[in-house]
């Protein structure tokens, strides 16, 4: 039978607790068709950090290399300085292991309420450019503390890298029935990134003469996002307006405790990651209250990319028949434990 080698990394806070849910459900998942899981916990974040002051060895990294896929769960901890784990782990994998197509979908379930829309009406993924923009850690202070400080914080957006998440966005959209790909962006203000941003989309479209494409300003693109979702296929952007958009998107389509995300690494040279977009949760962390249903369907995202088709839809089954049993009221209360002993049951039943 195959093994999957996989890497996981809990992290920090509700992290830890959903991580150890999505993997009883893939262990299950592909034991019911003999495959097994070989998994590599590493623990990082912050028990490590405050240890030993490191966030992400290098000797750690080059192992991550070499498995199949990497699961995480969430970092950043209230005893950390803000940004020391964000950048040190998180954005060091996404950057390290050149994840540039920070893939996360939004369909809105049955039984899920909103006003928005009816189930399948809403279903749109957000290609989010994953390894430039202003996350590259380009800039300073000057000055700092004084009333003359001065911060930067410079996007970095190249045509390599724009181009590169840009195809694969329309590769997906060709892909989906609806063929249709949003650029959100703010070309009326940021001119120089925007422009890049605008030309490229226009000139990889040629390529994809069946898809049809649209723009919006980020601003714009939050209106609709609220008053009509359901016009949205496949939307790309850069990476910060990425990162606010998917939690929004996650808000109108059931909430963060759904909300999945992979970090592609589309030519293979490197593990693929898969997570949450939620982060670590302190204020609920260590309870049991964590939804862990989107770290499960970051496992779904993960099979996906690993070809296990079969099982990635029995993941995404497990999880349509779960929200459809909340719905109904037969279900409610439960420990992330028993959400995930759940899913875990019903992706083999
Ligand atoms: P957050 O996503 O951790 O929490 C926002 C709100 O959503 C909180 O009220 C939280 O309780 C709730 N929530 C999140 N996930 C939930 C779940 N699965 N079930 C139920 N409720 C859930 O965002 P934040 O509060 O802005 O950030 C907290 C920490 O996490 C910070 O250190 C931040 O840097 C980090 N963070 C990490 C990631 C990541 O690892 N990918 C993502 C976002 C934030
Ligand atoms: C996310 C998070 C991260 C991001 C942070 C924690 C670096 O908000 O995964 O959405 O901004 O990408
Ligand atoms: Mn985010």
Not at 16 to 40: D, M, N
Not at 158 to 167: N, Y
Request: charged content about 20%.
């Amino acid at each position: 039978a195959d093994t999957l080698r996989l890497a996981v990394i809990p992290g920090d806070g509700i992290g830890q607790e959903v991580t150890a849910e999505a993997l009883k459900v893939l262990t299950a998942v592909l034991g019911a068709q003999g495959e097994q899981v070989a998994t590599t916990e590493y623990d990082l974040g912050a028990r490590l950090y405050h240890r030993t002051g490191e966030t992400l060895p290098d000797s750690v990294l080059e192992e991550v290399r070499g498995h199949d896929a990497i699961l995480l769960g969430a970092v950043g901890d209230p005893s950390v300085p803000s940004g020391v784990l964000e950048r040190g782990l998180l954005l060091k994998l996404r950057f390290a292991l050149d994840h540039y197509v920070n893939l996360r979908p939004s369909k809105l379930y049955p039984g899920v309420a909103t006003p928005l829309g009816q189930p399948g009406e809403i279903d749109f993924v957000v290609v989010r450019e994953g390894t430039e923009g202003p996350y590259v850690g380009n800039g300073g202070a000057l000055r700092v503390g004084t009333p003359h400080e001065i911060a930067t914080e410079v996007s970095v957006n190249t045509a390599f890298g724009v181009e590169r998440v840009v195809r694969d966005a329309f590769a997906r959209a060709a892909a989906r029935p609806r063929r249709k790909l949003t650029l959100v962006h703010k070309h009326n203000v940021l001119v120089h990134a925007g422009h890049l941003w605008r030309r490229t989309v226009e000139a990889v479209h040629a390529e994809f003469p069946d898809v049809s494409v649209d723009y919006l300003h980020v601003d714009a693109a939050t209106i609709f996002l609220v008053t009509d979702p359901a016009r949205f296929d496949v939307i790309v952007t850069d990476n910060l307006f990425g990162d606010i958009l998917t939690d929004l998107a996650a808000a109108v389509t059931g909430g963060i405790g759904l909300a999945a995300s992979g970090n592609v690494n589309p030519d293979r040279t490197a593990p693929s990651m898969f997570e949450p977009v939620h982060g670590s949760a302190p204020d609920i962390a260590g309870q049991q209250l964590a939804d862990p249903t989107a770290a499960v369907l970051s496992v779904s995202l993960m099979l996906e990319h690993l070809g296990r088709t079969g099982a990635a839809a029995r993941v995404d089954a497990a999880v349509t028949a779960d929200l459809a049993r909340r719905a109904a009221g037969e279900v409610g209360g439960r420990s992330t434990a028993a959400v995930g002993d759940a899913l875990a049951a019903a992706a083999v039943a």
